[in-house]
């Protein structure tokens, strides 16, 4: 079945530095790949999302690129700031499944 | 639109007792799905009903059990609930569409067993 890595699994940063999180999956057959940003105690909330007939989606900070070739997607998020601290999953969905699979999240920290 | 509501939000139970879990949605999804959250493990998918009257096995299905007599709710039961399943479990939704869709998740139940 479908597997997936993501790296790092904490991150620090300055106010204002870039942040990349990394995300590997297994199955070729997956094509659409959500990001969600969980704060503490908090629900997991879509940030932004990208089907695989795309390579690259931005949203103000926040961009996901995509590589079907190497099975990897990213997220970076530009301009850092305090409220950008949380803990970010990346997942992946076949169109054939009903499940989406999660990555075991990555805890960033922005430093003031 | 209060999207995906939870109840309990806490409970605190004793090995071998039993429980049920609420999710409602009011977004008309066909899709819910229960997960468990662990430490450093993410989130890891129990059971998921595709529609009213469904239901299927996730990745950690055991000790669990599911109902979805509504399509707006979805019921996750312990029968006879054991300190390994201490965790924090959330609810979530979809729509279906063409496409995959987001899910859109509850706010969590926090679970701890004695």
């Known amino acids: 079945g479908e597997n997936v890595e993501q790296h790092p699994s904490t991150l620090s940063v300055q106010e204002g530095d870039s942040a990349v999180i990394k995300c590997t999956y297994s199955?070729?057959?997956?094509?659409?790949f959500p990001w969600y940003k969980q704060e503490l105690g908090k629900r997991p909330q879509l940030i932004i999302d990208?089907?695989?007939?795309?390579g690259e989606k931005k949203d103000q900070r926040i961009a996901v690129t995509l590589n079907k070739t190497a099975k990897h997607f990213s997220l970076h998020i530009t301009e850092t700031q305090p409220e950008d601290s949380a803990v970010y999953f990346c997942?992946?969905?076949?169109?054939?499944?009903?499940?989406?699979?999660f990555g075991s999240g990555t805890r960033l920290l922005v430093r003031p | 639109n209060a999207g995906v509501t939870q109840t309990p939000k806490f409970r605190v139970l004793k090995t071998g007792q039993s429980m049920t879990l609420l999710c409602a949605q009011d977004m008309n999804h066909e899709y819910m799905y229960w997960y468990r959250q662990d430490p450093g493990m993410g989130l890891r998918l129990i059971h998921y009903?595709?529609?009213?009257?469904?239901?299927a096995k996730g990745e950690v299905p055991d000790g669990y059990n599911v109902s979805r007599l509504k399509k707006q709710n979805f019921l996750l039961g312990l029968e006879s609930a054991a300190p390994s399943q201490t965790s924090v479990y959330f609810c979530?939704?979809?729509?279906?569409?063409?496409?995959?869709?987001?899910?859109?998740f509850g706010d969590g139940t926090r679970l701890s067993i004695l």
């Open positions: 009903s595709v529609g009213e009257g469904t239901t």
């Open positions: 979530a939704s979809s729509y279906q569409g063409f496409l995959n869709q987001p899910q859109h």
């Open positions: 997942a992946a969905q076949m169109d054939s499944s009903y499940k989406l699979i």
């Open positions: 990208i089907r695989s007939n795309v």
């Open positions: 199955d070729s057959a997956s094509n659409y």
